[in-house]
């Protein structure tokens, strides 16, 4: 895994403004913000440049010492793997409450790191509640700012002490293209343990609780030379099954990274088979052109013999990705795994691929295509997903049919496994 820039950490308890603190600085809204305590479970990871100076952002989820139930204390976990990379630490205190003794436990336990630590107190937004700040150095660390993270008031007097000595950079330098993955399915059929089985170590919360996983987690790793950044996004629901505003927000979330993902991974459960809700958020991908493989996963579960007989109720449920390669894998043990990093690679390729105009246009002519409109020429005029412009000398549009062999027949002549290809008309007015 990388770790190419100096790494600032926002910690605190629960519902203190950390989530807000960290898509101010990135300038991205990229955690989940809402009332509701505990919105961010798993450490979220951002990219962030000031005066100069680039570096990580990592957003924890809100800390509670001490506690013995599952989620708080594997947020916990997270955290503490956050701490140890970290160059600065931002440790963030709602100014608005009184000092608990959660806070003086976390303070204790920052200070005994030995790293820098700079107090930020949140929801400072008027100079009248400036002088609430002089309680807060109690905690017993030295440099503390008034911010209001909602506001971005205070932030430029922040992060110049947070950033000082972090090596200064070109604001146009960006690392070299990494193609982005989203991990994609259902709650509950092994996301995270799949970002843990790709980047090689406990990155994301992995609870037998469904929908541990709420903000969508991202990674960066390089295999042979190519940069991979896999993004673990929040269990999809039916719309009916998401009451709460968080998981509401997390669905709005989940189908952003997929818009934003170069490949999505399917994930399918061998256990339960195919439902559903998983044509479902395979359609988010597909609409949205993304390359995309579906990944049967739990497939220690099942026998060898038997998968003849799953692919082919993965082609019958799902029709519309019967261009999406069908790999088995079991994330808990690792088996198939390793090969992913190829076939992403290999779908990323189809969707990027470019014909040329010539060499469509001699698969027209071979067609010998006479049905009306006629088509007179046709272009690729994108990738991501490969993007065909087809000239016709009438108005009206290609039946679904007629549009359906030709992408059939674009697909079988040029490849593009993986991708879906999409197919456009445009009438060419003759001079008259």
Known sequence: MESRLPSVVIVGRPNVGKSTLFNAITGRRRAIVGDEPGITRDRIHGEAFFRGRRFEVVDTGGIVLQESAEIPAQILKQARVALERAAHIIFLIDGRSEITAADLELARLLRQLGKPVSLAVNKIDAPSREPLVHDFHTLGIADVFPISAEHHLGLDELLEHVTAGFPVASEDEEPAGAIRVAIIGRPNVGKSTLLNALVGQERAIVSSVPGTTRDAVDETVVHEGQRFTFVDTAG?????????????????????????????????????????????????????????????????????????????????????????????????????????????????????????????????????????????????????????????????????????????????????????????????????
């Open 236 to 432: 999809i629901r039916r719309k009916g099954k998401t009451r709460l505003m968080a998981e509401k927000l997390s669905v709005v979330m989940a189908r952003r990274h997929i818009r934003l993902s170069d490949v999505a991974l399917l994930v399918l459960d061998a256990a339960e088979g195919i439902v559903g809700l998983d044509a479902t958020i395979g359609g988010y991908a597909h609409q949205e052109g993304r390359a995309l493989i579906c990944c049967v996963n739990k497939w220690d579960l099942r026998t060898p013999r038997e998968r003849g007989a799953f692919e082919r109720q993965v082609r019958e449920e799902l029709k519309f990705l019967d261009y999406a390669p069908v790999a088995f894998i079991s994330a808990l043990t690792g088996a198939g795994v390793a090969a992913l990093f190829d076939l992403v690679r290999k779908v990323y390729a189809s969707a990027s691929r470019r014909i040329g105009t010539g060499e469509l246009n001699r698969m027209l002519a071979d067609l010998k295509m006479q049905v009306e409109p006629r088509i007179l020429y046709m272009t690729q005029t994108g990738i991501r997903p490969p993007t065909f412009l087809a000239f016709t000398d009438r108005p009206e549009p290609l039946h679904f049919s007629r549009e359906r062999y030709l992408i059939n027949q674009i697909r079988e002549r040029f490849g593009f496994e993986g991708t879906p290809i999409v197919l456009k008309t445009r009438w060419k007015r003759s001079r008259s």
